[in-house]
């Protein structure tokens, strides 16, 4: 369970899930799906843990110079969420993916994080907002992977394709899929790969350990409750059930569900079903009114003397709703627990023609061989009190939108199939938008964030109504998304924008004209960059408001000398080499330290705009590729091999001479020939 008390047993904060376990390595990626979601919750509380980010938001520009360093270097980023939610102003460094289901909602709460040595699975009842990782009462589980662990390996392969297949319905155009979907689809390989060993594939002998199941249930899938059923580990059938839901289907209509699980339980003798719910006392009513439909007790077996209803209040905290979702079943042997995502309603367990995507995970324990695991369960289970005389909900319960969507969403139509940021050949950037078919009448696209038209019906039919346009993007932040708008909408759909790779985005301000000197005061130093920023922003600062230098030694800049700048850059060289000789985690962080805002080719780049002369140049350009050559690359466990660092150090170099020899040649000088003898031996 989540709630605040993380001292009670059994109780815990979602959050701590997310942080990087001291042993985990570095992060590479991590992947999550929501109903509701809060993007700017999902990048401040959850990446940022992930990341171990050391600033918070209210560190200004050190935490978006941190924030962009660390999203660079890992493989991805995403969330998936249903597309009734999936809007909001965000940080294109993390995909974000809107899954447009035919039939049902994404409800399903499923993160998977990977370090270098360590991958998570958390599967739970609570959104990626804060109400569900803060507020509500909500249920967890996590499974660790890491070498040595016991974990359940088809646990973590049958999410990964549920995961898979979840993120197909982000695709309206099947037969193009979009640069997003293929960084979710490598990242979950990925996985697979990287844990094949981290983990069981069969479950443990005996019973001293509850065994873990997926329980998950969606479109051409099996419901919840037969997938429990194929699980339950003898032929003596379940004799009772204990259900928590914040949420039924309406009182009105018969109750599928509790039908349903009547059936699951042992066809002779007694057996109990009981519900443990919310509820709310009534002005002028001398009984309670639980949060249940009435209808529950019109699917009880007609027998009374054989099948037992029973309701119970649950004591919550004051002022904190309810958003779990379980299910206990066990005979006087065995017991299973479900917790995850799916409400008690035919939707969510999968029974009726429109099912939601669900994710749950279960566990299965001997009571009498494993007690010890039964305790530690169900201290996760809410406590409640009996009532011997209550009221039900003969109405529905107003639902707050956490759970199912709302009429006043608009959703974008099918026709609108990616948005992607890019840049061409030449540096420029641009959105290439896909219109599939023919699209609502007079429609137009406008600004994430203001009432600004970018591109309209009337362009598309100038273009001949291609289906895959590009839009030239001259304005200074990237769009995260658009407005879309048609005739008739009553408003605005949301259309998220992704990368199409991440060296498409532009630095941050802040490391955009870094000068040579602040390059290599970053290289040189010990501390991390969003330190180093954070002095020399200050500094910047200082400068620009200080009064006349009246120290001597101030007045003479030597910046210019030669000898002194020489000096200067080979030390910030040696820096960068030992820089280059760590273990790389991922291709995307050994990307950054070589084409990144304070990486190597930022660093070639100042020194050709900088350098007061063509031999200064040749020279400090001849020493960077020796320095390049010189290096060590060292592996670590979960990173890149050494022979792949060094392989793009060698692409980077013949680069970086095709920049320096053709110019030296023409010279002729002894610099432009000890230039030619540097790069033919950086590249042996």
Known sequence: MSKTNENRPGHAKILEAWEQPADAGEPIGCVATSFTFAPDFFETECLSRFLGLETEPSDGAAYLIEREERLAQITCAAALVDQHHARGVRNLRWDLLSARMPVGILHAKISLLLWSRRARLIVASANLT????????????????????????????????????????AAPDESKVGPAIIRWDQFLDRVLKKTRRWGVNAPRRGFSHPSVFPILSGPKRPNVLRSLADIWPETTLPSHAFVVSPFFDPPDVPNVPARELWKIMRTRGSKVVQFEVTSEEVPG?????????????????????????????????????????????????????????????????????????????????????????????????????????????????????????????????????????????????????????Q?????????????????????????????????????????????????????????????????????????RQLSLDELVEVLTSSGPLHQTMRRLLQLRKENK??????????????????????????????????????????????????????????????????????????????????????????????????????????????????????????????????AAKAFREACA
């Open 130 to 169: 804060p109400d569900g990782y803060r507020h509500n009462h909500e249920v967890f589980g996590v499974l660790d992977y890491f070498e040595d662990s016991d974990a359940p390996l088809p646990v973590l392969r049958d999410i990964i394709d549920f995961l898979e297949h979840a993120a197909t319905f």
């Open 439 to 511: 699209p609502p009448r007079e429609w137009a696209l406008l600004l994430e964030d203001r009432e600004q038209s970018i591109f309209t019906e009337e362009d598309w039919f100038r273009t001949g109504r291609k289906s895959r346009i590009r839009i030239a993007w001259f304005l200074t932040r990237p769009p995260s998304a658009f407005q879309v708008r048609w005739k008739g909408s009553g408003g605005s759909a949301w259309w998220p924008v992704n990368i199409s790779h991440a060296a498409a985005l532009p630095p941050p301000e802040e490391l």
């Open 285 to 437: 009513q001398k009984h309670p009114l639980l949060h249940a439909p009435s209808s529950l007790l019109k699917a009880q077996p007609a027998d009374p003397s054989s099948a037992t209803m029973l309701f119970q209040r649950l004591k919550l905290e004051e002022g904190r709703p309810l958003h779990a979702k379980c299910l206990w079943l066990q005979n006087d042997r065995w017991s299973l627990y479900q917790m995850g995502s799916s409400n008690f309603t035919t939707a969510g367990l999968g029974l009726g023609r429109s099912p939601n995507l669900e994710a749950n995970l279960a566990y299965v324990f001997c009571q009498a061989r494993n007690p010890k695991g039964g305790r530690m369960l169900a201290r996760g289970w809410l406590e409640s009190d009996a009532v011997s005389r209550y009221c039900l909900l003969t109405s529905p319960l107003e639902e707050d939108g956490q759970d199912a969507p709302t009429a006043c969403e608009i959703l974008l139509p099918r026709q609108f199939g990616e948005a992607v940021f890019s840049v061409d050949s030449n540096g420029r950037p641009f959105v290439g938008i896909t219109v599939h078919g």
């Open 545 to 674: 408001t200080d009064g006349p230098i009246v120290d001597p030694h101030r007045r003479v800049d030597t910046s210019g000398f030669l000898l002194q700048r020489t000096r200067r850059v080979t030390w910030a060289l040696a820096a960068l080499r030992q820089r280059l000789e760590q273990p790389a985690p991922s291709l995307e962080s050994l990307h950054w330290r070589l084409r990144g805002p304070v990486g190597v080719g930022r660093l070639a780049d100042a020194i050709i705009h900088e350098a007061k002369s063509d031999q200064e140049r040749c020279f400090l350009l001849a020493e960077l590729a020796l320095e390049l050559g010189r290096v060590r690359p060292q592996s670590a466990p979960g990173g890149l091999k050494s022979s792949q660092i060094k392989s793009e150090l060698q692409a980077f170099i013949r680069d970086l001479r095709a920049r320096t020899i053709p110019k030296a040649r023409l010279q002729a000088t002894p610099i432009s020939k000890y």
